[in-house]
Nanobody, 119 residues
Framework: VQVVESGGGLVQAGGSLRLSCAAS????????MGWYRQAPGKQRELVAGIQFSGGTTTYADSVKGRFTISRDNAKNTMYLQMNSLKPEDTGVYYC?????????????WGQGTQVTVSS
């Protein structure tokens, strides 16, 4: 399974970005996908996540009301709409896919995409 992110970039504070993450490969089903952020000198943290069956979402307190996570089950793709961006949202955003294949659960990470918010 490959996990590929896209959509990062440089934006001014108050602006918006949309991240995408697609999982592809051999036969599998997605259980959960999440966006994690790692700022310089800090630990990687969960920003938002979504259950593919049912659509239950979770958000870090710092992004509630500004970020919206969604998914397209048919495409095994997850999106993160980021609005009202702040400089503290800066970091490398990694996509993680928790998938099931042949009765076993696996976790895959993307390569990361840089998000920089200037003040």
């Amino acid at each position: 399974v490959q996990v590929v992110e896209s959509g990062g970039g440089l934006v001014q504070a108050g602006g918006s970005l949309r991240l995408s993450c697609a999982a592809s490969g051999s036969t599998f089903s997605v259980n959960f996908m999440g966006w994690y952020r790692q700022a310089p000198g800090k630990q990687r943290e969960l920003v938002a996540g979504i259950q593919f069956s049912g659509g239950t979402t979770t958000y870090a307190d710092s992004v509630k009301g500004r970020f919206t996570i969604s998914r397209d089950n048919a495409k095994n793709t997850m999106y993160l709409q980021m609005n009202s961006l702040k400089p503290e949202d800066t970091g490398v955003y990694y996509c993680n896919a928790n998938v099931r294949s042949s009765g076993t659960t696996y976790s895959y990470w993307g390569q990361g995409t840089q998000v920089t918010v200037s003040s």
